[in-house]
């Protein structure tokens, strides 16, 4: 099938009129100027499907769910809004409950339905565990974290740790050393400890500036690695989670290393209401998740759909970083070689953007 476009953001460029061919579910060749033969024309903008690598469910459930049939219901959900690359963050749980929750998202990685596996815990300061179980948060011990590797066989692609807890350098620098990404976030710890953690080989920071000291003054996580020039920022861009001031910060000095994602609990594509992360009850009103022990932020409600329209329309990102940050950057730390971008080769996971909202288009 050939398609034709006003615009179309290619491997880093917004480029006029173009045309693409796909064929069995790739691209083969891109091309300018008009084409006689274009099956479909789009008068919008042509980028590549959304990238989401920290997300924990949807449409009423979560990934921790050990029912596939309710597993699938959030794949679609955020698939519908234009996540094409989808990986399943799980919170913390006891260990028996983390490897069946595992067990249990195999299959869907293994299917190709889901990209990998995240542990967003249990290796998280107390100090800063936000919509995490406190009781069940842990210093990782090398030997478990290669239990937790093995369980997962092949599909666990990235573990958040708080660094400053015992063990977390050596675990990060073992799973580097496996090709696994470590992420660091959940944490109270200090500039010094953020600089070994990145130099142990850790590669994203889990939800920049949410559940770790702010960006007011002295030397914090969030001031060393919004400062590095190596390490990527997941950012929620609901409009709740980080304050415009922050998201004018990142533009300016980390745009390249900005990663959208949704941490989205169960109701994102749902209704407000009652929930339940993990043990803790959770109030969505207005599309805002809250604890209702603390009122703290429990996830968001996020599609990457709203988030990359936030990003654009509230925000004044131009289009091609707005697609770097939705779709390539993440790509490109986790070595997915064949999604993250239009390029010959890569798979036809494209989306058309009008503006407004966002088109999945299926070849």
């Not at 869907?108 to 339905?113: A, K, L």
């Not at 004018?248 to 009652?274: C, F, H, P, Q």
């Not at 036809?348 to 088109?359: P, R, S, T, Y």
Request: net charge negative.
């Amino acid at each position: 099938m050939i398609i034709s476009a006003a615009h179309a953001v290619i491997e880093g460029k917004d480029r006029s009129e173009i045309w693409i061919d796909i064929r069995a579910g790739l691209i083969h060749e891109i091309g300018d100027g008009p084409h006689p033969s274009a099956e479909r024309k789009f008068t919008g903008t042509l980028i590549p499907g959304f990238v989401d690598i920290h997300c924990h469910g949807g449409g009423g459930y979560y990934f921790s769910n050990l029912n596939p049939d309710r597993i699938r219901d959030s794949i679609d959900i955020h698939r519908h809004a234009g996540t094409t690359t989808q990986f399943a963050s799980l919170v913390t749980a006891d260990l028996s409950q983390l490897k069946s929750q595992i067990e249990a998202l195999i299959p869907f990685v293994h299917s190709g339905d889901l990209a990998g596996i995240h542990l967003e815990g249990p290796y998280l300061s107390r100090a800063k565990c936000g919509a995490h179980a406190p009781e069940l948060l842990r210093a990782p011990h090398l030997g478990e974290i290669k239990s937790l590797i093995e369980w997962g066989q092949g599909t666990i692609a990235m573990v958040t740790f708080a660094p400053e807890l015992e063990g977390a350098l050596e675990s990060i620098t073992w799973l580097a050393s496996q090709g696994i990404v470590a992420a660091i976030g959940h944490s109270d710890a200090d500039a010094d400890t953020a600089r070994a953690a990145i130099d142990a080989g850790a590669k994203v920071v889990t939800h920049f500036t949410n559940a770790m000291a702010k960006m007011i003054g002295g030397q914090s996580m969030a001031t060393e690695v919004l400062e590095d020039s190596d390490i990527s920022l997941e950012l929620i861009n609901d409009g709740t989670h980080v304050p415009i001031d922050v998201i004018e910060v990142l533009k300016k000095n980390a745009i390249e290393r900005t990663i959208l994602v949704t941490d989205a609990m169960s109701a994102a594509g749902s209704i407000d209401g009652k929930y339940l992360i993990g043990d803790l009850e959770v109030e969505v009103k207005d599309s805002i998740a809250r604890l209702v022990s603390n009122g703290s932020l429990a996830g968001s409600t996020l599609t990457m759909e709203r988030a990359f329209i936030n990003f654009i329309n509230k925000d004044g990102v131009n289009i091609v970083d707005a697609v770097h940050a939705a779709s390539t950057r993440a790509a490109q730390v986790f070595g997915l070689k064949n999604v993250g971008s239009i390029s010959v080769g890569k798979k036809a996971d494209i989306l058309h953007f009008d503006g407004k909202k966002i088109e999945m288009l299926t070849f």
